[in-house]
């Protein structure tokens, strides 16, 4: 099943519990969890409802901040950029207090990371590179590795392929030390991608081979079907 489907099972059982006691926080800190575990394993219609059950049931200026962001990230997984910032713009970023936090550095990558799926690439990269370098500063492997993984989207997005060759090097190598093999898996994912763009079937090819050794031992259904449907792709080109 993976970690992510352990995260689930204790999501739901905090959320399950803060509502039989009525104890709010709980309900709204398992909702938020679950959203955000369905989201890194790609159930995003899951992941949404989730997230917007943490919005509806936070009864503190924490609660909210942490629901906002909460769905603000879901909303970027889903493709929704626009609504994603909406929620995400106001969240104190980068302060020594809530630096460690997983949904302020998480959902700070996933604002640098809206920006560039929204079309603003430039502030994207220079979000990101920010957020990368403040991360770095602060010791927090993880949060490096969620920005690095946001460069490497930024330079795919714009058909660089010696750029994202350079991040998805950096990007995995980060990651493997961090034990982030979701992050390595979607680095291999979008370099993956960005060869069979050029046109390097080869290459797109071993790079999905590494993304689904990775993602097997994590159980994250939504995503091995996206490798496997990108592996499927390739298979045919290769033999047209």
């Known amino acids: 099943m993976g970690q992510v489907g352990v995260a689930a099972e204790e999501a739901s059982r905090l959320q399950a519990m ?11 800190w398992g909702a938020c969890l679950l959203a955000l575990s369905q989201a890194e394993a790609g159930n995003l219609s899951d992941a949404l409802a989730a997230a917007e059950h943490g919005v509806a049931s936070a009864a503190s200026g924490f609660d909210r901040l942490m629901a906002d962001l909460a ?6 997984a889903a493709d929704d950029p626009a609504k994603g910032l909406s929620r995400l713009s106001d969240a104190p970023w980068r302060t020594e207090r809530i630096g460690a936090f997983y949904f302020a550095y998480a959902g700070d990558a996933a604002y640098g990371r809206g920006l560039v799926r929204g079309g603003q690439i430039e502030e994207g990269t220079a979000w990101l590179e920010d957020g990368m370098r403040w991360f770095d500063t602060l010791g927090n492997r993880r949060g490096k590795c969620l920005s690095m993984l946001g460069l ?7 058909g660089d392929a010696a750029q994202a060759r350079l991040w998805v090097e950096r990007t995995t190598n980060e990651a493997a030390r961090a034990g982030m093999r979701g992050v390595q898996a979607e ?3 979008i370099a993956a991608d960005v060869s069979e763009q050029i046109g390097d079937l080869a290459t797109a090819m071993a790079e ?32 047209s």
């Open 18 to 28: 803060g509502s039989r006691d009525n104890y709010p926080p709980a309900e709204c």
């Open 71 to 76: 769905l603000g990230m879901v909303l970027v």
């Open 152 to 158: 490497l989207e930024a330079a795919a997005k714009t």
């Open 187 to 189: 680095a291999h994912l």
């Open 208 to 239: 999905n081979a590494a993304t689904q050794a990775l993602v097997q031992p994590l159980g994250w259904l939504a995503l091995e079907q996206r490798v496997n449907a990108q592996a499927r792709r390739l298979e045919s080109k290769k033999r």
